[in-house]
């Protein structure tokens, strides 16, 4: 196609701000408020994704043009585009938040796909009514973490937003990244993120908490029709529009703690409708096994959203989305029968993952005790969770223990471990080899059953944050080798084998490696 042509369902089925002007303000009885991007002065392109752009049926020629340039900065609005920002609110840190909203992410429109239609939406393409104080922009660090996060993401399988684009603005951006008091100017940059829906948790709840319930009503049937259309005609839809987010929401954190990946940042406002991943921000990868581990230097105190908590947080989510939606529903005991139940059926298909991991697909034995007694040991040993599952396979029910010992030894931190590890490990991998003997399978086919579940590249934090650094030295060549080796995220990639290593002990302190800030 020689442009992008869009549609604009989102603005045509629903209530505008009528206030056009751009400042920051409440906006009443109204989902989205038109708004345009700022024009940006010399916009670059750094990279765009080929499959994303021919998904929209883009062609390369169009995708090198200065026109695909112009639409992906802000700078030129495509055949149909009407851009608007979202109104929505949020629970933050466990506290409701009020209005929040797109503050540096404008929407394009929806352009068709097969079936479906996809979302354009310019992430820091500039202020819009709801920046609040801040001034609608996006810094190449945190544009560089979010662009090759949600592909990764997508190669692993995980449900996400996707990337189109990621351009440089040509403009200058001050941020006091650590927040204590050093503000410097850094480079701008603007993420085309593509997804179904960018519509959130908060963009219920905005409604509720102002008691706006006609507005919260023709929100909830614009979503069911567009992205639920199955339950349109169910006498329970509202109900049931609930209990399907509620299990997509189950099976974004069960692929969470499968890949190792700590969002940061679960407010209500950062949790798609969908179920995808979404607001890739101060985010982080597990390197060695802690489930107490959290990226996000605002969330240190508490801890809310570590590791080990987000199955909790997303059940406290799912809550106050029940409440949101209660006005339409007036079932508490239904309501709450769900979120209850979001427990149960995480924890069955937490365990079936960490079985696939394993590679234990037979019905045998106690394999709960097995999972968590190895949860206590990757804790305590401080074991690197990829290496630690990518080489499990390596062991079979007739290794012997030596062996065993050492491809276990491979992944850990600090190797200098205590007779009493070292007595640990080898008593579950004894009990581990004999449940092996329960599997049908030959260890070659276990293997590759096994390679297809635990990754063996991941965007570690002190990748992201080496493609930023040289990025910021005009120097992209990091950001296309990672984003082509996390293409293919479970193959043996012998060329990138070097990237299937341990966090380099110069990152295990350092800013943008083991601590990330919201400042973005
Ligand atoms: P986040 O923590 O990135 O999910 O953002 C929370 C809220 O702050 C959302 O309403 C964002 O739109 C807004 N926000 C974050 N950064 C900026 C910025 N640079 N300019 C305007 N609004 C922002
Ligand atoms: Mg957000």
Redesign the pocket.
């Known amino acids: 196609m020689e442009t992008i042509k869009l549609k604009t369902s989102f603005t045509q089925s629903l209530p505008a701000d009528p206030i056009i002007e751009n400042f920051p303000r409440q906006v009443m009885n109204a989902c989205y408020s038109f708004v345009q991007p700022k024009v940006t002065i010399s916009p670059k392109m750094i990279i765009y994704i080929k499959e994303v752009a021919s998904d929209l049926n883009l062609d390369k020629k169009f995708c090198e043009s200065q026109e695909f340039i112009d639409i992906m900065s802000g700078n030129k609005l495509t055949e149909g585009s009407k851009p608007y920002a979202m109104c ?1 609110g ?1 629970h ?1 840190f466990g506290h409701w938040a009020g209005q ?6 404008i929407n394009l429109g929806e352009a068709e796909v097969s079936e479906s239609h996809l979302n354009l939406q310019l992430k ?1 393409a500039g ?2 009514p ?3 104080t ?5 810094v190449l660090r945190s544009s560089i973490r979010e662009f090759l996060c949600s592909e990764a993401m997508f190669h692993l399988g995980v449900p996400t937003t996707r990337a189109l684009s990621l351009t440089l603005t040509g403009e200058h951006v001050l941020r006091d990244m650590m927040y204590d008091g050093n503000a410097a100017y850094e480079k701008g940059a603007i993420v085309c993120r593509v997804a179904p829906s960018f519509i959130r948790f908060g963009n219920f709840e905005i409604f509720t908490s102002r008691n706006d319930i006609d507005n919260l009503k023709q929100l909830t049937d614009y979503t069911i029709q567009q992205y639920f259309p199955d339950l349109v005609n169910d006498k329970n839809k509202y109900l049931q529009f609930f209990k399907t987010i509620a299990d997509r929401t189950c099976d974004m954190i069960v692929h969470w703690q499968k890949v190792g990946f700590v969002h940061g ?1 679960m ?1 209500t ?2 949790m798609s409708i969908l179920g995808l991943t979404i ?1 890739y ?1 101060p985010y982080g990868w597990i390197d060695n096994y802690d489930p107490n581990w959290t990226p996000n230097t605002t969330d240190l105190p508490g801890k809310r959203y570590r590791f080990g908590n987000q199955p909790i947080i997303a059940q406290w989510n799912l809550l106050k989305l029940a409440n949101a939606l209660y006005p339409l529903i007036n079932d508490e005991e239904s309501l709450k029968n769900i979120v209850q139940d979001f427990r149960l059926h995480y924890t069955e298909r937490y365990l079936q993952m960490m079985k696939s991991k394993l590679g234990l697909f037979e019905n045998e034995g106690d394999d709960e005790s097995l999972i968590y007694d190895l949860e206590k040991i990757l804790q305590v040993t401080e074991i690197d969770m990829t290496i630690f599952f990518r080489n499990l396979a390596a062991i079979s029910d007739s290794s012997d223990e030596k062996d065993s010992l050492g491809i276990i030894k491979s992944a850990i931190y600090d190797e200098t471990v205590t007779e009493e590890i070292n007595k640990n490990i080898i008593l579950w991998c004894i009990k581990y080899q004999k449940r092996l003997k329960a599997e049908k399978l030959t260890n070659e086919e276990r293997k590759q059953k096994m390679n297809a579940v635990n990754p063996k590249y991941v965007l570690r934090n002190y990748m992201a944050q080496m493609a930023i650094d040289n990025a910021e030295k005009e120097n992209f060549e990091l950001i296309y080798t990672f984003y082509d080796m996390l293409k293919r995220p479970y193959d043996e990639q012998p060329e990138y084998e070097n990237w299937f290593a341990k966090r380099p002990d110069w990152a295990r302190e350092k800013i943008g490696c083991s601590m990330l800030s ?1 400042s ?1």
């Open positions: 929505y949020g933050q929040l909203g797109d503050g540096r992410a820091g202020p819009t709801y920046s609040r801040a001034d609608g922009f996006a940042v407010n406002d950062n607001d921000g919201c973005s």
